[in-house]
């Protein structure tokens, strides 16, 4: 095998196929990206067994090959050549030689027979959205995905698609994000539950532009994101997701319209005063025209009045300052309407049309405090 | 104590006194900020007994009075407040209570009276230069500090006045700093040990402006920078330091002059291959018109050529690859020179005037390598 490739493509196609390189992993030729040269096309694979990417490079082909290199030695490599052309040449014992200008590495590499391809699945009647939506929908559900490996579905997303509709949602147990986008297009109905750590590799690749779209197979066990040079292949979650539509009622007592920056500033002060280990609820207080927010922990106290518009009862409620932020954080709009039952019912974040509905459970609290 | 000061001086005087607060003490005390309003002015003070730092704030003030107050505590708050007017009240019991718009904290600070204020030192005869002199001979030196405490003295810098010359020194056994700087005026002899921590912090905060100046002042016992609304006292270093110019030989057998900038470049490359652990040396072969560069490791091999100018005799000689890193990091040459005499002796990297001087020990190697 025998490429030339400009430092800058080969860098940046690497740094792609990078994502699906396990970190740990008791098996080295996963610790490997593969080259792949053939049908006058030059191909980075790479695969964790749950996460596959594929991306190809632009560059000249004078022999065509294949070779497995450690990825993290032939990254790092790549990434300090000078900016110019790099000449990869392997020989019958899998040394590869990486030349540019006049530094020469030879690195020792492995068979590519022992690596695990991706498979070869059936791509039909893809969903198409822009890559700015994808990314987006990542960012705005992923943070409430579970990190708890013992419930494998909390781990993954929702993405189910009705006609014209795509909804994502992701839940841990103690809240709920969803986020709607209109397809331009009407579609058969899909439910699935796709990785997180799938999603979050993704969002990194995709360029986020309106412009540029991302193509998305599904089959029975897997997920195809298809854009620009690259696939991602990823194994779906099995099993039953939650039934969210149950938990989502429209009924309050209490509605509050407020400035999304200033609560999620004042919010975001509070925390000051909290450690991670001890679980200190924000204390919220909603009389006619304020927002009064409290905590209390050993380190001191923070009290705080906002200008809000309310509809409906007065309302005591505490809440994990987190939570509240991590929602805030994703929502662009300039105000927010927060929806409030009682102190011990889920309190809403949503819009009007519902493109999203951040859903948060109230922490008990020492009404003293 | 009452006071107000704007935000954005209160936490710039905060981020300065930061850097005397210690990250591990067992005296609670040390991990506090003093506010001492007194005589018209706002100070805040940190110490952790080897370093002090006082700054003065900019502020109105309605009430005199003293305390301290948790520096980590007291510092996040302040940064996370919104940009606009502080107030802090403190009462008899040490509560302090800070107010920004409606947003409130009440923390509890700690009698001031244990807090080790920083000795009153007579103060005359500064040595003057700008902050931009300072800063930079600080960061072309302080690398090669010893970070072993058995060898109390590597810890430091020798600071070292003649006439109108400063010169600052750094080693730590495998290599040498030397750095001179003219100064406007003469001064009589000084030379002084000063920590090494001690200039790390104080690089941080000097502004690095030409105009700005800062004058140092010598004590049996201290070192005290003062600029801007700032004093930094340090204890010195105790003990002799290394005598220093019998290992400065002007002999050479080799003279190279090479780019700095692709020297570094390929070096930096070639570290790649090395893991911290082991210490496989750069194999430098030096012949009429260039220099070849070699590295040989588990992981592979690199080798890369740069065109010099030479005088004198042909060399094969190893070093730490991470040595010539650091030095030629600090030189801002575009071209630099460097001078050896044999294989088991140190290479000088060096200017015509001396401004500068780098002293590295090469490294046995195989020579079949």
Redesign the interface.
């Known amino acids: 095998m025998k490429i030339v490739c400009s430092k800058g493509d080969l860098l940046n196609s690497v740094n792609i196929v990078l994502k699906a390189v396990p970190t740990r992993t008791t098996m080295p030729i996963l610790e490997c990206i593969v080259i792949e040269v053939k049908n006058e096309s030059i191909k980075l694979i790479a695969n964790d067994m749950e996460l596959g990417i594929e991306t190809l490079v632009k560059g000249t082909i004078e022999d065509s090959g294949i070779i497995a290199i ?1 990825a993290k ?1 032939f990254s ?2 790549v990434r ?3 900016d110019n052309d790099v000449s990869i040449e392997t020989d019958a014992n899998n040394m590869a030689t990486i030349i540019c200008e ?7 590499g492995r068979n590519a027979d022992e690596f695990p391809f991706l498979p070869n699945v059936d791509k039909k009647d893809p969903v198409v959205l822009s890559q700015f939506n994808l990314k987006e929908v990542i960012r705005q559900t992923v943070f409430s995905i579970s990190d708890n490996e013992s419930n494998k579905i909390m781990t993954g997303e929702l993405f189910e698609i009705n006609n014209d509709k795509l909804r994502v949602i992701s839940l841990d147990g103690h809240r709920v994000s969803i986020r709607k986008i209109m397809l331009n297009n009407q579609y058969e109905h899909i439910k699935v539950i796709v990785p997180g750590k799938t999603l979050i590799e993704v969002s990194k690749i995709l360029s986020g532009e309106v412009a540029d779209e991302v193509n998305i197979y599904f089959t029975d066990k897997h997920i195809i994101f298809e854009f620009d040079d690259t696939i991602v292949l990823s194994r779906l979650i099995e099993g039953e997701y939650y039934k969210i539509d149950q938990m989502l009622s429209s009924d309050y007592e209490t509605k509050v319209n407020i400035n999304k920056k200033e609560l999620l ?2 919010i ?2 509070s925390t ?2 909290v450690k991670e280990t001890d679980k200190k609820p924000i204390i919220i207080n909603i009389d006619d025209k304020k927002m009064e927010l409290k905590i209390n922990s050993a ?8 200008d809000i518009t309310k509809e409906g009862k007065d309302i005591l409620i505490g809440f994990n300052p987190k939570f509240l932020i991590d929602a805030l954080r994703v929502i662009d709009d300039e105000e927010v309407d927060i929806y409030l039952i009682n102190p011990k019912a889920p309190c809403f974040i949503k819009d009007k049309e519902e493109s999203y509905i951040y859903l948060i459970l109230p922490v008990n609290f020492n009404a003293a405090v």
């Not at 006049?102 to 020792?108: Q, R």
């Not at 380190?299 to 906002?306: F, K, P, V």
């Open positions: 450690n030695v790092e490599i300090k050549l000078p006049k530094s020469k590495f030879t690195i020792s500033n004042c975001d002060r000051l005063l380190i001191g106290s923070m009290d705080e009045e906002i």
